[in-house]
């Protein structure tokens, strides 16, 4: 078993990692408009499209000497209507060092084949931009 999570009840709920013991408590919010004070179960979806990237690039960059630490996502989930779900997740990927042309094109592929990238429904919109320092 991967994780356990428990519906803690007034739309709060708390996910245990088995394997590290790591907690997460998420408050759903009543609707979309609501202040949001935690991660929803649909920001952490498209949350993890960002950091399943990152750990594809990190890993199999280690062979080719990439580095990629201090590197940034910001990333806009959008909900559609009718019926409710991610429509579409915006990401700008930032590099903070210089790369050349080929390991730039090796992070680019790597995140277009990424599982959690490859796992998405093809009905989400998925748009990714990605800048480095040079």
């Given at each position: 078993m991967t994780s356990k999570t428990t519906y803690l009840g007034d739309n709060a709920m708390e996910s245990l990692h088995n394997d590290s013991g790591n907690t997460m408590h998420i408050v759903i919010p009543q609707d979309a408009f609501n202040k949001r004070e935690n991660f929803s179960p649909t920001d952490l979806f498209a949350t993890s499209?960002?950091?399943g990237?990152?750990?594809?690039?990190?890993?199999?960059?280690?062979?080719?000497?990439?580095?990629?630490?201090?590197?940034?996502?910001?990333?806009?989930?959008?909900?559609y209507f009718q019926p409710r779900r991610i429509g579409e997740i915006f990401c700008v990927f930032k590099f903070p060092h210089a790369y050349t042309a080929d390991e730039k094109q090796f992070i680019e592929d790597t995140a277009y084949n990424?599982?959690?990238?490859?796992?998405?429904n093809p009905d989400i919109k998925v748009i990714m931009m990605f800048e480095y320092h040079d």
């Open positions: 499209l960002a950091q990237i990152f750990a594809e690039i990190s890993d199999l960059g280690k062979d080719r000497n990439i580095d990629i630490s201090g590197a940034t996502c910001e990333l806009k989930k959008t909900m990424s599982p959690v990238y490859l796992s998405l």
